[in-house]
């Protein structure tokens, strides 16, 4: 593990061209925070290719330049020092990108996943961090770098995406102390507030209709869950993005512990979420089923038909209420 001041040396001393790239199906932190470093780096008259695999989603598309942001290609890593936000393992970086990864000259690792397996040459790591983008501010501070209201607005909606607008557990008062100094710059939240949640797709809301449609819950009331088949998604002409904090439909019910969301991706790939309330931790439960993520809220990939991962995880979550009692 390396120090806040180890990392802004390196940063500081580096000569050779920097890559920032975040997390496949990225959500506001991953791309708050790649924006907000980026724009940084380049601020210290650093050369920065911003890269995310599955490239901006619709509603994020309002953060300052959103469009540097690119599709990855083997030449974005070769000798540079790459810099990885928000992955706990290289694979949440893409597939493909792992190969060239390997043919960095430095991997910087900074992330505040439990589940972290601090796969960079240099790792940031801090669990404590309410989002990626608060580690990302206090980096931005160490290197001298003037907070703007762009890279403030990044940063913000990093910590109002990843907190669930401050009302997750992950909500300390260093959070709240971030929020307030990047208030303080001048950034318009009434922008990122109507953009985050006052102008939600169409497709969004139908998936919500589609999986309350379907939702179930355990008999003891603790565990409730939704899926999403491919017939579904392809209805709709919904991606990925569009089920964004579906899941805490689930996890809101009244007695529930767990909410779990299921996603048909192909023929044998379920992608799962899941979400928890108080006492079980999802992250332990996701690493059952080879994912992983926050003790409140993480994430899989599982290679087996839509009903045997019902099956098989919804036992798993409700032995894991079980064990927590
Ligand atoms: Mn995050």
Known sequence: MSSLQEVAQLLRATQSP??????????????GSTLAFGLGLQ???????????????????FLPESDRIVIPEATHFLNRVVVCVDCSDPKRAGDE???WLARAGTVINIDHHISNEFFGTVNLVDSEAASAGLIIMELLKELGVMIDPDIATCLYVSLVTDTGSFRYSNTSPRAHQ?????????????????????????TSLRLIQAGLDNLQLSPCGKVAWMTFNRQVMESLNA???HLEGVVN??????????????????????????????????????????GGGHVRAAGCRYRVTLAEAVENVVAAALEAVLETK
Do not use: C, W
């Open 97 to 99: 990108v792992i190969p």
């Open 178 to 202: 971030a929020a307030a100094e990047l208030l303080s710059t001048g950034l318009d939240q009434d922008v990122v507030n109507r953009e985050l949640y006052e102008e939600v797709p169409l």
């Open 18 to 31: 920097i890559t920032v790239i975040g997390h496949t199906n990225p959500d506001g932190d991953t791309l």
């Open 43 to 61: 601020k210290m008259g650093k050369k920065v290719t911003m890269l995310n695999i599955d490239g901006v989603p619709e509603i994020y598309r």
């Open 239 to 241: 991606k990925d993005e």
């Open 249 to 290: 439909y689930a996890k809101s019910i009244k007695g529930v512990e767990v909410g779990i969301l299921f996603r048909e991706s192909g023929e044998q790939l379920i992608k799962i979420s899941f979400r928890s309330k108080s006492t079980v931790n999802v992250s332990d439960l996701a690493a059952k089923f080879g």
